[in-house]
């Protein structure tokens, strides 16, 4: 199948319901990505801060972009004059940082956080305790932040073919979700997305509650780590 049919499928797919594709593109090519574009599809996420602002450079500047790995302080700096969402917010010290810069650039929007919570069984994988999470929320730093903006939390399951556990694992994300949501959002409508599931398990993602799946060689193919 074409980057086309593979972003139809995928649309189709998620047809009446509330979740969305972001489509990843970590290591695929400008020409790619712009099959995708060429689609109809406007919302890409990236996982290296080098490589999404060198595609942000040369792609339509309508695209939403996301950036759905780690990052780092020092990093914040290149991207929060354009970035649409952060899906990897792990700590109050790199809100703070996201909230600063945006400061600097005067941004007329805020930036969209997410608040990537530990769910798998890998010490590899990154995320924040809930505990960790809502001390962030419960914070006095958090509440004077005026260039943020909290629109829901993130997770990355086990790489395991137990679809149990992978059901599992969504399903603690999606109650972590509710209980932020009551606890701390109840009246705001921007908190409302539950990003989880990727190529290989979007589908127990979805079927769990997802909003966003986190598509990259399920529409692009395989990687091209010699690009």
């Not at 406007?42 to 040369?58: A, I, T």
């Not at 914040?76 to 809100?95: E, G, N």
């Not at 997770?155 to 556990?165: F, M, Q, V, Y």
């Not at 599931?197 to 060689?217: F, H, N, P, Q, Y």
Request: charge should be negative; aromatic fraction near 10%; hydrophobic fraction near 35%.
């Amino acid at each position: 199948m074409s980057i086309k049919d593979n972003i139809l499928y995928f649309d189709e797919q998620l047809r009446n319901t509330p979740c969305r594709l972001i489509a990843v593109t970590k290591t695929h090519p400008i020409k790619t990505i712009q099959e995708a574009y060429d689609a109809g599809h406007r919302l890409f996420g990236e996982n290296k801060v080098q490589e999404l602002v060198e595609k942000r450079d040369l792609l339509p500047h309508d695209i939403a972009w996301h950036l759905i790995g780690h990052l780092q302080t020092n990093k914040v700096k290149y991207i929060a004059q354009f970035v649409d969402t952060i899906q990897s917010v792990d700590s109050l010290k790199l809100l703070v940082e996201i909230n600063k810069r945006a400061e600097q650039f005067n941004r007329t929007l805020p930036v969209n956080c997410m608040l990537q919570i530990s769910i798998a069984d890998e010490e590899t994988k990154y995320g924040m305790t809930m505990e960790e999470a809502e001390a962030i929320l419960q914070s006095e730093e958090y509440r004077q932040m005026k260039y943020i903006r909290i629109t829901g939390v993130m997770g990355i399951a086990t790489n395991t073919d137990d679809e149990g556990k992978l059901r599992g694992e969504f399903r603690q994300l999606r109650y972590n979700f509710l209980h932020l949501k009551e606890k701390y959002f109840f009246a705001n409508d921007d908190f409302k997305e539950i990003s989880m599931g990727m190529t290989s398990d979007w589908k127990i993602a979805l079927e769990e509650g997802s909003t966003m799946i986190r598509v990259g060689s399920g529409i692009f193919g395989n990687r091209n780590y010699n690009r």
